[in-house]
């Protein structure tokens, strides 16, 4: 079963830092953290999203 819940706190999260470095104060270091975060969080999900299309097409199949 897919957890919508926790695909929506970690897009939260994403909308969140990108809205800091864009209209925030941010120095050039937090802004390279804030972007090594985007890129773990988006993985995350990006891994996540292919993991259920990978299933759904196995039992699409069956």
């Given at each position: 079963m897919r957890d919508y819940?926790?695909?929506?706190?970690?897009?939260q999260r994403i909308d969140f830092i990108l809205k800091k470095v864009a209209f925030?104060?941010?120095d050039f270091e937090e802004?390279?953290?804030a972007i090594q975060w985007l890129v773990e969080l988006s993985g995350e999900l990006?891994?996540?999203?292919?993991?259920?299309e990978s299933i759904n097409v196995k039992s699409d199949k069956h």
């Open positions: 819940l926790l695909e929506e706190v970690k897009l925030g104060t941010c802004k390279e953290m990006m891994s996540e999203i292919r993991m259920h």
